[in-house]
């Protein structure tokens, strides 16, 4: 069946840190794999996609890389901001299929 | 566009009782799902409606029941409330053209409380 594994939370950093937020999954099929983000209080906001293997999504200094090879969609970004405070979570779906969520990841950058 | 919208976004209920909550998409999607999310649990998928059919499960007990109306409106109802339906449940909608690449879009939630 599908699945999806993320690393445990919760992660501190500092500002201007780098980040890593671990995310690999099971499929039967071709996935297009997402990062979700959600703030405090809020629902969840497509952060990023990518819809094929070796693709690279990216949006608001994120970004993000389809290995098939390693069934990977690790998230990346270079500089953390305090902003970027949230719950991150990887999601796959195929077609016909509902989404499947990892458990999400907390991040709290301190300044 | 307005983004989906959910109502109410709390609500306090006790034991025993039902509930019902809705969720209007985005204009012209066609697809809804719902989840409930909880600390210990995370995000879990409840169901998704599609043209008024649904489409796919998840793994609840048949107190939780939904349906989707013919403007794509939908709603979910919980009967004989427990303490652990305490949740946020999320709705969500996507276009649905006929790719699986379509992004699903979440509304803000509601907050259930059960006493």
């Known amino acids: 069946g599908n699945s999806v594994t993320q690393m445990e939370g919760p992660v501190t950093l500092s500002e201007e840190a780098f980040l890593t937020i671990n995310c690999t999954y099971t499929?039967?099929?071709?996935?297009?794999l997402f990062w979700y983000v959600q703030y405090p209080g809020e629902g969840l906001q497509l952060l990023l996609k990518?819809?094929?293997?070796?693709d690279k999504g990216s949006n608001k200094g994120f970004e993000a890389t389809y290995r098939k090879e390693t069934t990977s969609f690790h998230l990346e970004k270079g500089s953390v901001q305090v902003s970027d405070s949230a719950v991150y979570f990887c999601?796959?779906?195929?077609?016909?299929?509902?989404?499947?969520f990892g458990t999400g990841t907390s991040l709290t950058v301190i300044p | 566009k307005a983004g989906v919208t959910q109502t109410p976004r709390y609500l306090i209920k006790t034991r025993g009782q039902q509930v019902t909550l809705s969720c209007s998409p985005i204009?012209?999607?066609?697809?809804v799902s719902w989840y409930q999310q909880t600390p210990g649990q995370g995000l879990q998928f409840l169901f998704e409606?599609?043209?008024?059919?649904?489409?796919n499960k998840g793994n609840f007990p048949g107190r939780f029941s939904g349906r989707q109306f013919s403007n794509s409106r939908s709603e979910m109802n919980v009967s004989t409330l427990e303490l652990g339906d305490s949740a946020l449940y999320l709705c969500?909608?996507?276009?649905?053209?006929?790719?699986?690449?379509?992004?699903?879009?979440f509304g803000p939630g509601t907050r259930l409380t059960v006493l």
């Open positions: 999601a796959l779906r195929e077609t016909g299929n509902q989404f499947y």
């Open positions: 499929a039967t099929g071709y996935p297009s």
């Open positions: 969500a909608s996507s276009l649905e053209k006929g790719f699986h690449t379509d992004t699903q879009y």
């Open positions: 990518a819809t094929k293997a070796d």
């Open positions: 409606y599609f043209s008024e059919t649904q489409r």
């Open positions: 204009s012209g999607h066609r697809s």
